[in-house]
């Protein structure tokens, strides 16, 4: 992997960054593609937890993902308990299926859909990350606060004496 630098005029430069910046003659530009090297996804990977994610953001989609979960269903099946026609159903379940968070089976002249967890997985591992990055700054929170705690506690204390003295 390189990584290459770019001159950049300030004008273009202040568009992006804080107006109030010096700016050198070089700055060095980090692509999309660049960046998600660094974190260890590939172009084509990305475009994957892209779909991912997309597919995920829609209530019926996640319904239908949660009645999977139970074991495979049809078409018909998974339209039932929705307020929508078979089609609009057919169409949450195409864009599940490009996802890859679900896949049509054959059984005779059915064609029932099975969720398929790797995709899943790929998501939460990427997701988890963030949560062991949010529940360490929680911590530091609840450190910081009872820190806070204990020197208003003493601070009080220290006043509470001199008053009676």
Do not use: C
Not at 14 to 40: A, H, S
Request: hydrophobic content about 40%; cysteine-free; overall charge positive.
């Amino acid at each position: 992997m390189t990584i290459t630098s770019k001159p950049v005029n300030e004008s273009e430069y202040r568009k992006v960054q804080n107006p109030q910046k010096r700016v050198d003659k070089w700055e060095f530009v980090l692509y999309n593609p660049i960046v998600l090297q660094l974190i260890g996804y590939g172009m084509s990977t990305s475009n994957q937890m892209d779909a991912t994610f997309a597919a995920l953001a829609d209530s019926t989609r996640r319904a239908i993902l949660l009645r999977l979960a139970s074991g495979e269903a049809s078409v018909n099946d998974l339209a039932k308990p929705f307020p929508m026609s078979q089609p609009a159903v057919s169409k949450h379940l195409k864009v599940l299926e490009r996802a890859g968070l679900i896949s049509v089976g054959q059984d005779a002249q059915r064609r029932p859909r099975r969720i398929q967890v790797a995709r899943l997985a790929e998501a939460n591992a990427w997701l988890e990350r963030f949560r062991k990055f949010w529940e360490g700054s929680f911590w530091r929170l609840d450190d910081l606060l009872e820190e806070m705690k204990s020197s208003e506690h003493a601070t009080k204390r220290r006043g509470h004496r001199r008053k009676g003295s």
